[in-house]
């Protein structure tokens, strides 16, 4: 937003000349009296817009219309954008930002005032003196630039839409709308409107980086997007021809491909090996310098549905937190990894395996309170009646080689029972009344290590058996819970105390006994879902959307403005209209 300041100054000074030619005096009342009576008229619309009906279009949405009578208490009830005569120079600055909101991965259509735009004569983000023209209409101005600049503020910082509407796991916690609006007033107040405005959005270096590179995909998509690359067999070095020339066409619209393209003939190199493989590490794909069908295929997504990636995950950014802990664990679902963050530095990056489509892992925020060495597993209810109950009834003997107890029931001091004892051929998935707890040992499912953090869906970190599914490069494997590729490394990260030294905790690991180690303090961790990210070396990354999440967050977006729209329409309210409709090709 900082590109945004040098446009935001000019349109400041222009305002200041064209003031001084088009002012007309003697419109209306005297120049002295109309601050009194503008003031006296914010009042009075503004008592009709919080008692009326246009509250109902917004509702749950957010108190925007209480949010702006507390804006104006703030300030006396002054006008801020507009005088007699038009808009003055905070009006231009405001409405300039909020006409770029797509450059923070928002649309301009959920902020559009069709009649606003028809008054100004579609000079909405530069200043305006409207002279005779204005009168009587000065008010209704006002109001609806102080509605955009709110609704935008309100969308920088918290998305535009409740966490709870759109059932994405994480807690509701946004900030206060009336501290958007009174800090809006002071800023206004201390001639600091361009800084609250810049300033507006997550201060997250991961936000800001992926705010930054969207303009250039959407450069790429202005040009015509990339080439599609025709069907047939993958692509690899030694090959020549037509095809080769559109991979390297492809590759190089977005950097990957850095040779300068010739005509003639095209062959697959050892520039354009280098260049597929740095594509497929950025897609997360296994960099064989190769376009095999996978390649192919996500060298063929369009640039919208990359956009549309991109603006889905800087809405998921807005619901983060202001601040996520001095330490703290971040678990990137789609992305398949886990970054430990200390003092905002990236200390250590793992791989991750994560629910399958089936049973999602959650998005959700919670603190990691307490691990424990070699951990029981005790057997979700689910996962023992479609999972293990088959392989029980196929195999008498599975349950005491893979060291599993049966308990009678959930209740504490549920009595053991002898698995040969229970006629496994009776039970069923919807008559399965036992419990089972697996041992601590090599073959336990969740390892030798399980971190814990409190959550209503019951999911953790834990160890894992099956190392091996690390190298894949999808992993969605698990029912729902998170395997780390490093957990003994986690340990010592999570312990960072001296009594618990790499000694000592390769004595706990062998003891194949369980131990609780309860943490100093709670280390933060979220569970987040991004499909779009730009790494440290200013890379773009994309990721399947493996459980529709982007798909899902986009239609309720699109329902909740159409429903706005609608609601508008029929009371005769201005109206606001935002869509992801060209963005929805995922």
Known sequence: MTELKPMVRKATVALAVLLVISAVPGVGARADDWPVQAAHELRQRLQTIVTGDAARCDAPRIELDTAMVRFYQVRAFKPA??????????????????????????????YRNPWLEEVMGGRVSRPVALGAAFDGQQIQLELAVTEMVLRYAWHCTSGRTDLAMANFGLPLVRPVIDRLAVGLAEALDRGRLEDYLVGLGPRHEGYRALQQSLPRYRMIQRKGGWPTIPAGPKLKPGNCGPRVEQLQQRLAVTGDYRRRLESGRHCYDAAL??????????????????????????????????????????????????????????????????????????????????????????????????????????????????????????????LVRQDFRVFEGWAPGARELNPASIDWSAVSARNFPYRLRQEPAGRNALGRVKFIFPNEMSVYLHDTPA????????????????????????????????????????????????QVIVLDEPV????????????????????????????????????????????RTALRLPAYAGSYAQDRRL
Request: hydrophobic letters at 45%.
């Open 81 to 110: 954008w507009v005088d007699r005569y038009g808009l003055r120079p905070e009006g231009a600055m405001a409405l300039a930002v909020v006409y770029q909101a797509a450059d923070q991965g928002l649309h301009v259509a959920d």
């Open 273 to 398: 090996a280098a260049a597929v493989a740095r594509f497929q590490r950025r897609l997360g794909l296994i960099a064989d310098g190769v376009a095999g069908a996978r390649t192919l295929a996500a060298l063929n997504v369009p640039v919208e549905t990359r956009i549309l990636q991109i603006q889905m995950s800087l809405e998921r950014w807005r619901w983060m937190p202001t601040h996520m802990g001095a330490r703290y664990l971040l678990v990137n679902i789609p992305g398949f990894q886990m970054e430990v963050v200390t003092n905002g530095r990236v200390v250590r990056t793992m791989r991750t395996i994560v629910g399958r489509k089936g049973r999602p892992t959650p998005v959700l925020a919670s603190k990691i309170t307490y691990l424990e060495i070699n951990p029981y597993w005790y057997v979700p209810h689910k996962i023992a009646r479609e999972d293990l109950l088959p392989k029980i009834q196929a195999n008498p003997d599975f």
């Open 467 to 514: 190392k091996r599914l690390f190298k894949k490069s999808s992993r969605s494997f698990s029912s729902g819970c998170v395997r780390v590729e490093e957990p003994l490394a986690l340990v010592s990260i999570l312990l960072d105390r001296e009594d618990w030294d790499p000694e000592r905790l390769a004595q706990a690991v062998a003891s194949n006994q369980r």
């Open 524 to 567: 933060p961790v979220y569970l987040v879902y991004w499909t779009a990210w730009v790494a440290p070396d200013g890379t773009n990354h994309f990721r399947e959307d493996i459980y529709g999440h982007d798909r899902m967050l986009a239609n309720t977006l699109v329902r909740r403005a159409a429903a706005r729209t609608a609601c």
